[in-house]
Antibody
Framework: QVQLVQSGSELKKPGASVKVSCKAS????????MNWVRQAPGQGLEWMGW????????TYAQGFTGRFVFSLDTSVSTAYLQISSLKAEDTAVYYC??????????????WGQGTLVTVSS | EIVLTQSPGTLSLSPGERATLSCRAS???????LAWYQQKPGQAPRLLIY???SRATGIPDRFSGSGSGTDFTLTISRLEPEDFAVYYC????FGQGTKVEIK
């Protein structure tokens, strides 16, 4: 069965960096794009963008350029989200979600459990 | 960038009633890429509808989606207790969500 298992909660100070992992199993990792979604406390879902798991080419949504980096390690079927120069407003739950196709614009059919990143001094 | 606007923000209904949720796009979108999700507190979102009107695997037939162009609708024909949640439409970007709460 398809599973996306994310790394655990993180507590970081402003200005630090964090790397969230998303390990996929139960399907061929490189056949489906991977998306990232942010949800700030009490707020809605924000699409951050996606990464082509075949080529490693990332696409970032507006507002998620510069400090946000999507990457892969296909040898262990894992996608990563790295955020640098953390700010308090980056405090959120971050989800990885499998794209139902390879385009990065299909529906998100499987989701990780979410990783809470808290930024606080 | 396409902006999706959902209405109403909150829908207060009783179990057994019909829920109609709206999602309006700032420009015409392909129905092939319009999806609906359900999210309950403390849980990851769950895919309900894709391609504007196709139910995802395991989704009960009381959930249905319709629409094209800029106007899309999610309908829950008879609300069950487990349907009270927040619903999002998405085509890459997400709408702001509609909370369906118990009246």
């Amino acid at each position: 069965q398809v599973q996306l298992v994310q790394s655990g909660s993180e507590l970081k100070k402003p200005g630090a960096s964090v790397k969230v992992s998303c390990k996929a199993s139960g399907y061929t990792f490189t056949s489906y794009a991977m998306n990232w979604v942010r949800q700030a406390p009490g707020q809605g879902l924000e699409w951050m963008g996606w990464i082509n798991t075949n080529t490693g080419n990332p696409t970032y949504a507006q507002g998620f350029t510069g400090r946000f980096v999507f990457s892969l390690d296909t040898s262990v079927s894992t996608a990563y989200l790295q955020i640098s120069s953390l700010k308090a407003e980056d405090t959120a739950v971050y989800y990885c979600a499998r794209d139902a196709g390879y385009s990065g614009y299909d529906e998100l059919d499987y989701w990780g459990q979410g990783t809470l990143v808290t930024v606080s001094s | 960038e396409i902006v999706l606007t959902q209405s109403p923000g909150t829908l207060s209904l009783s179990p057994g009633e019909r829920a109609t949720l709206s999602c309006r796009a700032s420009q015409s979108v392909s129905s092939s890429y319009l999806a609906w999700y359900q999210q309950k507190p403390g849980q990851a979102p769950r895919l309900l509808i894709y391609g504007a009107s196709s139910r995802a695997t395991g989704i009960p037939d009381r959930f249905s989606g319709s629409g094209s162009g800029t106007d899309f609708t999610l309908t829950i024909s008879r609300l069950e207790p487990e349907d009270f949640a927040v619903y999002y439409c998405q085509q890459s970007t997400f709408g702001q969500g509609t909370k369906v709460e118990i009246k």
